[in-house]
């Protein structure tokens, strides 16, 4: 049986922000030149948890990152673990076990080190596939009103509660997909009944506060006020999604809702009373209405 061929999107995808997009689409592009499937290489975690003590949270979980690839035209996404073993891979033999799963060729940005201690970068790998005759394209950086598009850059957006911003420079909305958990059902109790989504461990917290969001429930959008942090006026200590899914009435629990954050509305604050919070979460409802529609 034939191998299947493929074009392989080399990088780490983090956000799949406008710079991502851009190779991505170089991938797409050049696999449909070859007949072969647009594939992308990513990793469970990030590279620099094998050797840093500090490492940047992640924008997107492993499984909002293989959906926003998908969205991209992305068929085939192989996450690498990150261990000792496969970060010293070294860089030949990398591509060596990528053309032995079908590569016909590569796409990466112009800054990017793979294999052991980096030593792979975009100019050892255009010698490579010159050599062996495979395809290969550099995509260079991508700048956004004069600023270089980076993970980086979009982190410190969504620390500082610029999700607009962020937004503009991610391509998407920031998104957050997690299983709604059991609360202490307190907003029930003020007419308020929300979705509890845990913010996973190692995945970047926006700024605490309040935004208008869309909720994905199954395929379809539902317009929500989102709380970002520890519920301080109900004495509340872990930090969390908590969402008041606007035209919803049912019940979410242990099923996967998706986030896509639109607008901050305001910082967390901590009410007097639960009447005060619960005026003040009617008055953010019809705020994110008004945004969201």
């Not at 030149?33 to 490492?55: K, W, Y």
């Not at 030949?92 to 112009?110: H, I, N, P, S, Y």
Request: glycine share 8%; net charge positive; charged share 20%.
């Amino acid at each position: 049986m034939e191998q299947t061929k493929k074009i392989f999107a080399l990088g780490f995808f983090d956000g799949v922000h406008l710079g991502h997009q851009a190779l991505l689409k170089a991938c797409v592009q050049l696999a449909a030149e070859h007949n072969a499937q647009p594939a992308a290489i990513t990793f469970d975690r990030h590279p620099q948890s094998l050797f840093s003590a500090t490492v940047p949270p992640l924008i997107n979980t492993d499984s909002d990152r293989k959906r926003l690839l998908k969205q991209q035209g992305i068929t085939q996404i192989t996450t690498l673990p990150v261990t000792r073993e496969v970060m010293s891979t070294p860089w030949v033999q990398f591509l060596e076990d990528l053309m032995a799963d079908g590569a016909v060729g590569f796409v990466c940005g112009k800054d990017f080190r793979f294999g052991h201690r980096g030593e792979g970068n975009a100019e050892k790998l255009l010698a490579f596939c010159n050599q062996r005759k495979l395809s290969c394209v550099l995509v260079p950086d991508q700048q956004l009103r004069g600023v270089r598009v980076s993970s980086t850059h979009i982190r410190s957006l969504l620390e500082n509660g610029d999700i607009t911003a962020a937004a503009h420079f991610l391509g998407h909305p920031h998104i957050l997909s997690g299983e709604v958990t059991q609360g202490r059902q307190l907003g029930r109790t003020i007419g308020i009944p929300t979705a509890n989504i845990p913010i996973p461990e190692g995945v970047i917290v926006p700024k605490c506060g309040v935004y208008a969001c869309f909720a994905v429930v199954g395929g379809k959008k539902h317009p929500a006020v989102t709380n970002i942090g520890s519920r301080p006026t109900v004495g509340g200590h872990q930090v969390r999604a908590e969402s008041w899914l606007l035209d919803f009435s049912g019940d979410l629990y242990g099923k996967i809702i998706t986030l896509e954050f639109r607008a901050f509305l305001r910082p967390e604050q901590k009410f007097d009373s639960l009447e005060m919070l619960q005026k003040q979460i009617q008055a953010d409802s019809e705020e994110a209405l008004r945004l969201l529609r």
